[in-house]
C-alpha cells in the first residue's frame, strides 16, 4: 500500500517517534499557523544546545512542537 507522507507523519505520531514525525513534516511546504512551533521543535530537537544558549528549554520547545503537529495533523474523528 502507497503511504503519503501525512499518513506517515500521523504514522510516527501514533507510535511516539516524535523525531521521525518532526523530521518529515518540517519538509512540508504548508504548515499553516502551527508552522513557527512544528520548525522551532525540529531546530531544538537538532541543536538542544543552541536553544539552552537562547535561554529556551529545548525540551518544553519540542512539547509545543508536539501539540502543533497534533492540532495540525491528527486524522479528524
Known amino acids: ?3 503519503t ?3 506517515q507523519v500521523q504514522a510516527a ?3 511516539g ?3 521521525r514525525a518532526f523530521s518529515i513534516a518540517s519538509k512540508f ?3 499553516g499557523p502551527q508552522k513557527a512551533a512544528i520548525m522551532r521543535a525540529q531546530a531544538a530537537r537538532l541543536s538542544p544546545s543552541l536553544y539552552r ?3 529556551r528549554d529545548p525540551a518544553a520547545v519540542v512539547e509545543e512542537g508536539k501539540v502543533a ?3 495540525r495533523f491528527e486524522a479528524k474523528r
Do not use: F, N, T, V
Open 69 to 71: 503537529l497534533r492540532a
Open 13 to 15: 505520531m501514533h507510535a
Open 1 to 3: 500500500m502507497l503511504q
Open 29 to 31: 511546504a504548508r504548515l
Open 53 to 55: 544558549q537562547l535561554g
Open 17 to 19: 517517534d516524535w523525531p
Open 5 to 7: 507522507k501525512l499518513s
